[in-house]
T-cell receptor, first 114, second 115 residues
Framework: SQTIHQWPATLVQPVGSPLSLECTVE??????LYWYRQAAGRGLQLLFY??????ISSEVPQNLSASRPQDRQFILSSKKLLLSDSGFYLC?????????????FGPGTRLTVL | AQSVTQLGSHVSVSEGALVLLRCNYS??????LFWYVQYPNQGLQLLLK??????LVKGINGFEAEFKKSETSFHLTKPSAHMSDAAEYFC?????????????FGAGTRLFVKA
């Protein structure tokens, strides 16, 4: 079966510190991968998506970056966190090289920047 | 291009009452439509989806949604609300593009259920 994992579940970081959030998918090959952010009281904002290893598309300008070093691994990073980076980060995938219609979501990471 | 609008960021119902969450979409190609539910501090869980088969779609937890092309709507309903239905609900539209499926999410509707 297809599963998606995210870690850590919660994270509290000081302003200016680095960030690394990891997402891994099991049970499918060549998935499309996505990073979303939910700020308090707001909907889903698509940050990055990837259709293959090393292929990253950014949807919004920001101080975050994403990488896909392996087929089923997606990493969200920052060199220096800002207060505005606080939020709930969700990883999602589309199985089957993006040719299927349903996105599946991970459990999320709650990031608080102080 | 696709877009989705959820009418009402907050909806409050009494336990046992009808739940109606509204979603309107636009799409230049035949759409795939979804409802997801999100409980506090959790990821999104698929409730149901419409993929050009039956226009009335039944999902988990007693929810259903009806695709109405003439109204470009995909409203979510449940005959009788339960306390456990309190959550945030997202409508989404997806269409097949050259790079695969692209999904657009609505802003979400938070459902409150009063005892």
């Amino acid at each position: 079966s297809q599963t998606i994992h995210q870690w850590p579940a919660t994270l509290v970081q000081p302003v200016g510190s680095p960030l690394s959030l990891e997402c891994t998918v099991e049970g499918t090959s060549n998935p499309n991968l996505y990073w979303y952010r939910q700020a308090a009281g707001r909907g889903l904002q698509l940050l990055f998506y990837s259709v293959g290893i090393g292929q990253i598309s950014s949807e919004v300008p920001q101080n975050l970056s994403a990488s896909r070093p392996q087929d089923r691994q997606f990493i969200l990073s920052s060199k220096k966190l800002l207060l505005s980076d606080s939020g709930f980060y969700l990883c999602a995938f589309l199985p089957g090289q993006g040719r299927t219609d349903t996105q599946y979501f991970g459990p999320g990471t709650r990031l608080t920047v102080l | 291009a696709q877009s989705v609008t959820q009418l009402g960021s907050h909806v409050s119902v009494s336990e046992g009452a009808l739940v109606l969450l509204r979603c309107n979409y636009s799409s230049s190609v035949p759409p795939y439509l979804f409802w997801y539910v999100q409980y506090p501090n959790q990821g999104l869980q698929l409730l149901l989806k419409y993929t050009s088969a039956a226009t009335l779609v039944k999902g988990i937890n007693g929810f259903e949604a009806e695709f109405k092309k003439s109204e470009t709507s995909f409203h979510l309903t449940k005959p009788s609300a339960h306390m456990s239905d309190a959550a945030e609900y997202f409508c989404a539209v997806s269409a097949l593009n050259t790079g695969g499926f692209k999904t657009i999410f609505g802003a979400g509707t938070r459902l409150f259920v009063k005892a």
